[in-house]
């Protein structure tokens, strides 16, 4: 569903992006790790705009994007060290909350779809830069949702609703079902039993930001990830065995360098999987600035 047609208007913007897949990219498994999958997305991502929309005007105007929710999957096969991994991106802007432009929750931004490919490994770390097969297979896919806003607009009326002038020449597709919230992934898993809950502190520095002055996205899919390792271990789970093969995130409000954080969340079992919801709560805060929905697949400890 898109709005008003034109033979002027640009559906979709399109890239491709061919990286060479290093030792740090694979886990134990030659599996792409999701924080590889990320760290090739991010700037996936600006190279489509920078290359479709006046980024600098956008910005001069007042205006940033700015990610709000994120997932991303593995798919099982091993892959070798050395090989190219080819990652396909598309890119639509998006009125996000499903109801289209002109209604009161109008709000626009943009989808980007990512799929990733490369040529199965043999698994074997004796031989881990030999490929089995020329055909590529798809190892990933994943998908990041910017919110388009005004950067010093006052509270409540920072949401950009009409297309821009920069944006213009873009088509509006209405995203359905509208921009995931929070609380669907708060929701405990049905059929889950509670294994193990937990909290840890830290500090963020400047190793964690980047250069839009705030924490990096994938620093806080890696803190996640860890704490995630930390409850399975708790609740007796083969650490060294399990997988998250899939996760979801939602941003709320990012960190700076110097903010103390909280993570915490709670871990739940059923048969040989486990979902975790996990958040990174500000310095005494109660909701999360960012709240995650991890998967966890393999085989458990008997209990």
């Keep these: 569903m898109t709005g008003t047609p034109s033979a002027e208007l640009v559906e979709e913007l399109r890239g491709e992006h061919r990286v060479q897949l290093n030792i740090p990219d ?51 096969g091993p892959l070798a060290v050395g090989a190219d991994l080819d990652v396909t991106v598309v890119t639509r802007h998006a009125e996000l909350s499903g109801w289209g432009l002109g209604h009161r929750p109008s709000r626009l931004g943009f989808e980007c779809r990512y799929t990733f490919a490369s040529r199965p490994g043999t698994g074997d770390p004796f031989r881990y830069r030999e490929t089995v097969s020329d055909e ?16 010093d607009g006052p509270p409540g009326q920072r949401i950009v609703a009409e ?60 803190l996640l990830e860890d704490h995630l390792t930390v409850l399975a271990a708790q609740a007796g789970l083969p650490v060294a065995n399990q997988a998250t093969d899939r996760v979801t995130l939602a941003f709320r409000n990012p960190f700076r360098a110097g903010d103390a954080f909280t993570v915490r969340g709670r871990l739940w079992r059923d048969g040989d999987r486990g979902t975790a919801v996990l958040g990174v709560y500000g310095d005494g805060a109660d909701k999360p600035n960012v709240l995650g929905r991890l998967h966890l697949d393999g085989p458990t400890a008997s209990t």
Aim: glycine letters at 12%; proline letters at 7%.
């Design 136 to 151: 590529p297979f798809v190892c990933g896919t994943g998908r990041l949702l910017l919110t388009l806003v005004r950067r």
């Design 26 to 76: 694979l886990d134990q498994g030659f599996r792409l790790k999701t924080r590889s999958m990320l760290s090739v997305a991010v700037p996936m991502m600006y190279d489509s705009f920078t290359r479709h929309v006046d980024v600098a005007a956008l910005r001069a105007a007042g205006f940033g994007s700015v990610v709000t929710h994120a997932e991303f999957e593995r798919r099982p």
């Design 163 to 222: 297309p821009l002038p920069q944006t213009r020449h873009l088509a509006v597709h209405v995203l359905e079902p509208g921009h995931p919230g929070a609380a669907e992934l708060a929701e405990p898993p049905e059929g889950g039993r509670e294994a193990a809950a937990g909290e840890r502190a830290g500090v963020f520095g400047l190793q964690h930001t980047d250069t839009n002055q705030i924490v990096f996205t994938g620093e806080y899919l890696g």
